[in-house]
């Protein structure tokens, strides 16, 4: 399970809107002043919020630990690079196969592979439905205290 620490920042009926910091590898090597994804990196908002369903008790200010299983984040990006990556080759062999070794039917088959690819991850997605691929709230990190 990979896991962030969230604050959560609005509750509604069933559902909780958390925001957490978006943690990044980059800016922890010795070339973060010459490298341009350091530079890229700090220009993109860190804060994220996201809505997840709960049926805790939470109120604002209140900080969970939110997490997302290894095995759905690793098949999701299989998915999305892999899928595309094998469509565009098998287009792109086709258009080489069927236009005798020319290269416009290549290119044009690399195109309608990769449109098939994401064509494909799209109905996928909407088939077997979002939930695999999102957080849940695993417990509450800092309980809220009242005072009496």
Not at 9 to 37: D, F, P, W
Not at 51 to 75: C, F, H, M
Request: glycine share 10%; net charge neutral.
């Amino acid at each position: 399970m990979i896991e962030a620490i969230a604050t959560v920042v609005a509750c509604n009926q069933g559902k909780v809107k958390v925001e957490y910091t978006r943690a990044s590898a980059c800016g922890h090597c010795q070339h973060e002043s010459s490298c341009s994804i350091s530079a890229v990196n700090e220009a993109e908002s860190k804060i994220q919020i996201i809505e997840i369903d709960s049926t805790l008790d939470l109120v604002n200010g209140q900080q969970v630990r939110i997490g997302i299983p290894e095995k759905s984040l690793v098949k999701g990006a299989l998915l999305a690079y892999i899928v595309p990556l094998v469509c565009i080759l098998a287009g792109a062999i086709s258009g080489h196969m069927m236009g005798n070794g020319q290269d416009l039917p290549s290119i044009l088959g690399a195109l309608l592979g990769g449109i098939l690819g994401f064509t494909i991850i799209k109905w996928r997605s909407r088939s077997k439905g979002v939930s695999e691929y999102k957080p849940v709230i695993l417990g509450i990190a800092i309980p809220i205290v009242t005072q009496m």
